[in-house]
């Protein structure tokens, strides 16, 4: 019996963990789920006689090692920062791992010792980072068979609402994790355009984001992902002229949060006042001194608006309530966070939508093609939504292609950019509706 060990149990995990427990029988494997809650556990395995529950610390070396040293493959969707607890003891016990995060610089250090064991650490094999990749260089690697050059490579994705689900003026909601949306951006983006690479710091961001148009969505806006440079060498595409990878959102969504930023609501600070109410923390955060005017009449000159929507937008956010702010949160990013939990919560009925797209120029015969590939997928409820599909399921399948045989594991530190892992997990994929339509012009 081979054993698959699954660390996070969380939103993202759901159908990685059904999809394995529903191949279990047939490979007859059994199944660890590693997680802080036993609850969240119990929701994902449902009972099953192939799932075993681990209710762990998974910074503890004595509760975590004995199931990797256990396992056949280590699926990690534990936070980032994690994984490299469970990378160390994947080298000690020779054990492949596969996570949907971004390289870090501690896994990537350990290339070499990987190598030299003859292990996989497949990272970046989620959604995006992960289906991003495997979507682009299968486009690239087919464009360069037939074509002369590529000029132009832009990438989009993002986790939004769907239509009818989709009822604040924000037009978003949590569909992964909610901390991620409050640091968003704050790397700042490095990207190429027409030759020229662009860096654009965090408070820039969100200013003037540009917008895509998708089939059957109308425009959305876009916003630059950190350093897409970094991707050139491993997408081999060297003499391309603009190569960007961004995030989707709706237009208004990239003013208001732009606002929000201005307002310094994102920056790490320490509230020495306490028993604040919300608008007690916007007047301390802008300054507001001129007891004349309003809040709102303030904040509309504080942010230079020309926009009536704005206001609108921070309003249903609550940032103008007298309403108290818990007196555990110190920070700005805290107390936003905990207000953005309670107002863009998904309902129980509602849906959220996954919007992937390349955008991809050519030279080929002498004339210049534009080559788009979109995916739009709906989620079927709050919990088993587009995200936690898009993110655990290319990972979920490329465990069992490797433990039955069907995927041989690329040894060293990799990201899905090579057509021994993406064409049988695409095709997998597709099987799942996960699928892109291609127009050529």
């Not at 490095?190 to 003037?208: A, C, M, Q, T």
């Amino acid at each position: 019996m081979q054993t698959i060990l699954v660390a996070g149990a969380g939103k993202s995990s759901i159908y990685l963990i059904e999809y394995l427990i529903n191949n279990a029988p047939k490979h007859k494997w059994k199944v660890i789920v590693a997680d802080g809650s036993k609850e969240a556990i119990e929701e994902k395995t449902n009972n099953s006689p192939y799932a075993e529950t681990a209710v762990i610390d998974i910074t503890n070396i004595e509760e975590r090692e004995p199931l990797v040293k256990r396992a056949d493959i280590v699926v990690s969707l534990m936070p980032p920062h994690l994984h490299i607890h469970l990378a160390h003891d994947c080298l000690k016990h020779k054990k492949n791992l596969i996570t949907s995060s971004y390289v870090s610089p501690e896994i990537k250090a350990m290339d070499k010792e990987v190598k030299e064991a003859g292990l996989m650490f497949m990272c970046e094999m989620g959604l995006d980072p992960g289906i991003d990749h495997m979507t682009a260089n299968q486009i690239i690697h087919s464009i360069q068979k037939v074509a002369s050059s590529i000029l132009s490579f832009k990438s989009y994705c993002g986790g939004l609402i769907a239509p009818g689900s989709d009822d604040n003026p924000w037009h978003y909601k949590f569909s992964w994790n909610p901390k991620n949306i409050v640091t968003a951006g704050q790397g700042g983006a490095h990207y190429l355009l027409n030759g020229k690479e662009v860096f654009v710091p965090y408070e820039s961001i969100f200013d003037n984001c540009k917008k895509i148009k998708v089939e059957g969505l109308g425009n959305l806006a876009y916003y630059p992902n950190r350093d897409s440079l970094r991707y050139l060498e491993l997408y081999d595409v060297p003499e391309i002229k603009t190569f960007i990878r961004a995030t989707l959102r709706h237009p208004i969504f990239c003013r208001g949060w732009q606002a929000i930023i201005q307002m310094g609501l994102t920056q790490p600070d320490e509230l020495t006042n306490g028993h604040l109410t919300y608008e007690d923390w916007i007047k301390y955060k802008t300054g507001y001194t001129d007891t004349s005017i309003s809040i709102k009449e303030h904040i509309t000159r504080f942010l230079k608006l020309e926009d009536d929507k704005i206001i609108p937008m921070l309003e249903w956010l609550g940032l103008f309530d007298n309403a108290p702010i818990k007196d555990d949160l110190r920070s700005s990013p805290d107390i936003l966070l905990d207000l953005l939990l309670q107002k863009w919560e998904m309902k129980p009925h509602d849906k959220d939508m996954v919007v992937m797209q390349h955008e991809v120029e050519y030279m080929r015969k002498g004339s210049r093609i534009k080559l788009t590939s979109s995916m739009v997928l709906e989620g079927e409820s709050r919990h088993h939504s587009a995200m936690a599909k898009t993110v655990g399921l290319p990972m979920a399948i490329l465990a069992r292609f490797v433990l039955t045989g069907k995927v041989v594991p690329p040894v060293g530190v990799h990201i899905p950019n090579m057509p021994s892992v993406y064409r049988p997990v695409l095709t997998e994929l597709r099987h799942h509706g996960i699928e892109f339509v291609e127009d050529v012009e």
